[in-house]
DNA sequence: TTCATTTTTAGTAATTATTCCTATATAGTA
DNA sequence: TACTATATAGGAATAATTACTAAAAATGAA
């Protein structure tokens, strides 16, 4: 049986990455190696590589903002402009299904997607709806309790953190649905 | 900084709680003393005691399968056949304001909702989307992060897994999209 | 209890997110 | 280069959630 502890072996080198620029790519060889990484997932996976899907992830992994697909679609199209909607949709969804991106579990009813495949866990700000990336090496390998052991596959475990962020710690109760009253 | 650890001090007792009948009251007696704690959630947060706000209520704890919002708008419907689906939809997420439920987190497109305020923590299957309830006494009270801590004001800290669930493990990578291909 | 005030509901329309459909275009291969 | 399975574009359809408003119901004071 494994537990959470407050021990603290030494200090760990954590990181809390804000965003900057929204659509810029990060690093010009890292981009590079990246692409040619998303290729070769491709290839495995028995897929096409085609400009559109070679674009969505350079979309993708060049935001710091989660972005939802109509962020992802706004984006691409500006290189794109004939690009469509349900091909943004699909090929993000694509992306998941092949291991090359996930989406930021939340409860919102937009799906954000994120294709970051390092080890780091998000925030997600209740106020302005952000999600922040951090890293925090215990939540890395979460183990799975005793009582789902053998008889569930578990195949991602996940620590959602919900609050206000830094930018928004000022007056948190105020005005705490930024978009809309409800939900969607 | 604190940290998972993998120490057992001695056997803590963990519950895995299955669903058995959909939306059967868990017990008369504990049914009525939450009843009653609702009403004084109510009055506490200023809003009026209606039979559809507890008809939804019990709803949702009567049930132990996560409703979504048509689930609980078709279970109470057979008690009050004239409510709306726009009541039983605003009402779950007033009873979300006042911290009487809360939507579980996930990756899917349609919220589920949970009335079971004791500790406890979710595992979601991707094939059949069960959400079936556990309890790891450590996930209880995540540490929250050094990076976080101080800028960050963290509301709510949910460990979410996924995977397949005991009744999926079977043949897991068969027919994973139970509903859809896709995501909605 | 009655009345005036405030809140909630029912029914429906509108909005938003996502997926489906299909003719055309294209990547990968021989 | 030609062929063929797969992917895309464009638009229509579906599904989830929210908005609107007249009518009903609850609340609190008289
Ligand atoms: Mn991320
Ligand atoms: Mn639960
Ligand atoms: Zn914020
Ligand atoms: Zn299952």
Do not use: W
Not at 40 to 55: D, F, M, N, V
Not at 146 to 174: H, S, W, Y
């Amino acid at each position: 049986m494994e537990y959470f502890s407050r021990v603290s072996p030494g200090k760990k080198q954590e990181s809390l990455r804000v965003k900057m620029g929204s659509f810029e790519n990060k690093m010009g060889q890292a981009g590079d190696s990246q692409q040619e990484a998303f290729r070769q997932r491709c290839r495995s996976a028995g897929l096409r590589i085609t400009p559109q899907r070679e674009a969505i992830f350079q979309a993708l992994t060049g935001s710091v903002e989660h972005p939802t697909v109509d962020t992802v679609y706004q984006e691409v199209r500006r290189l794109m402009p004939h690009i469509s909607f349900d091909t943004v949709n699909r090929t993000l969804n694509t992306l998941c299904e092949i291991g090359a991106a996930f989406v930021v579990p939340g409860t919102d009813n937009v799906r954000r997607f994120d294709g970051n495949l390092s080890d780091h866990q998000h925030f997600r700000c209740i106020k302005c709806k952000r999600i922040v990336d951090f890293h925090h090496g215990p939540f890395d390998n979460v183990p799975v309790p005793d009582v789902l052991a053998g008889r569930f596959i578990v195949m991602r475990k996940t620590v959602c953190l919900e609050g206000f962020c830094d930018q928004c710690t000022t007056n948190p109760m105020d005005n705490v649905t930024q978009t809309t009253s409800g939900n969607r």
